[in-house]
């Protein structure tokens, strides 16, 4: 968790938009969004419960922003991703 953290925090290394923010949101998150902590924190509970599944919402982010701009001057589009 920490090394990805480390990982994440270095300019030189870019990652796949959905990755970062999934990983954020949901692998090493505080709780804060879930009340439940992220996947990592309890990878048992995680592995062989259905406790994160989510089968009714639609989770809509934006890439962060080294994945914007570009030849078709992309931005964001539902404001949220952080």
Same mark, same amino acid.
């Given at each position: 968790? /920490?090394k #990805? #953290?480390?990982?994440? /925090? *270095?300019k030189?290394l &870019?990652?796949?938009? $959905? %990755?970062?923010?999934? /990983?954020?949101? $949901?692998?090493i998150?505080? =709780?804060?969004?879930?009340?439940k902590? =992220?996947w990592? *924190? *309890? #990878?048992d +509970?995680?592995m062989n419960?259905?406790?994160?599944? *989510?089968?009714?919402?639609?989770? +809509? %982010?934006d890439?962060?922003?080294?994945? #914007? =701009?570009? =030849?078709?001057? /992309?931005?964001? &589009?539902?404001?949220?991703?952080?």
């Amino acid at each position: 968790k /920490a090394k #990805l #953290l480390e990982m994440f /925090a *270095d300019k030189d290394l &870019l990652f796949s938009p $959905w %990755f970062r923010i999934i /990983a954020n949101r $949901w692998m090493i998150s505080s =709780g804060e969004e879930t009340g439940k902590g =992220g996947w990592w *924190d *309890d #990878l048992d +509970r995680t592995m062989n419960t259905n406790e994160f599944c *989510d089968y009714e919402s639609i989770h +809509r %982010f934006d890439p962060q922003e080294e994945h #914007l =701009g570009g =030849g078709g001057n /992309a931005g964001p &589009l539902f404001g949220v991703g952080k």
